[in-house]
């Protein structure tokens, strides 16, 4: 993709250059233009392996792309893909509101119920990560899934395996890059997949990361908080108590004061987040049961609000920050 953008980069300012010299030529301008085209002039995407390869003639070309860019652009079209808004089978956009279509999703099939939860570790084997891994394969194949999440993962922060830095991406940085990309000048960031995460309204200093879930606002109705807090946060919270038994467990058969200590530290990390699980329970439990429903044509704003406020008007903030 690379090779095949630069080329077409490179043809479309051969191409200006020859029309700029054929105008000169025919005006007798010689004396007083060139044919010369800056790069940061020519309209089109020029991808970078990294923002240091970025030379000085092309800066301020607003079509530059890096490698990161196209990796997060890939996955923000595979949670698409996941929800619906997308498909693999037809082009453009395939659901934005209406009548649902099944039958548009034959290669890769969404998430029936217009949730996707993202957890820190491997609990369960339908959530995010294992969702964009299947994803992949479908795309790229099997036989080369694994070279794929590399190059993949290669793009992305994080420590440890492919697969662990693409779940430290979805848990960490991809509702804030897909806030970035829905930003409208003036109105602000307007994202249409909404998250659920039981740190919001605390300093990233408090939050211990317990539970979050997308949700794509075009296919939000009046049960989907509900269905977010009966099917996902009470799961998330069955995982934490039973990993908690199992680290306790593991601690009275062995005498390694490293193994100890390893298991007390993630004790409490687990502890921690269940405690702000509960706290959110209390939260996303009451709106849960008021049941409800947006307006699409009200707009991001006015429903991202809306969800998260009660009956008496104040505000319990279950959605991350946008």
Known sequence: MEKHTNFNFEQLKENEEKLNEIFIDIYDLEEELTPEVSDK????????????????????????QTKEDIIKSFISYAVGCMFGRYSLDEEGLIYAGGEWDESKYETFKPVEDNVLLITDEDYFEDDITHRFVE???????????EENLDFIADSLNGRGSSREKIRNYFMNNFYKDHCQQYSVRGSGKLPIYWMYDSSAGKTR???????????????????????????????VQRAYEQKIDNLEY??????????????????EKLTKQLKELQDYDERIGHLALSRI????????RVNYDKVQTDEN?????????R
């Open 41 to 64: 002039d020519i309209t089109i995407t020029k991808i970078f392996d990294d923002k240091k390869n970025i030379y000085e003639d092309i800066k301020g070309n607003q079509y530059i």
């Open 250 to 267: 593991r601690m009275e058969l062995t005498d390694s004061a490293r193994e100890i200590a390893d298991a007390e530290k993630e004790i």
């Open 313 to 321: 008007g104040k505000k319990l903030k279950i959605l991350a920050k």
């Open 135 to 145: 994803f992949v394969k479908v795309v790229y194949g099997e036989e080369t899934l």
């Open 205 to 235: 200093r408090n939050s211990a990361d317990g539970f979050k879930a997308l949700v794509y606002m075009h296919r939000y109705d009046e049960d989907t908080t509900g269905k977010v807090r009966m099917d996902y946060l009470h799961k």
């Open 293 to 300: 429903p947006i307006d699409l044509d009200d707009g991001v």
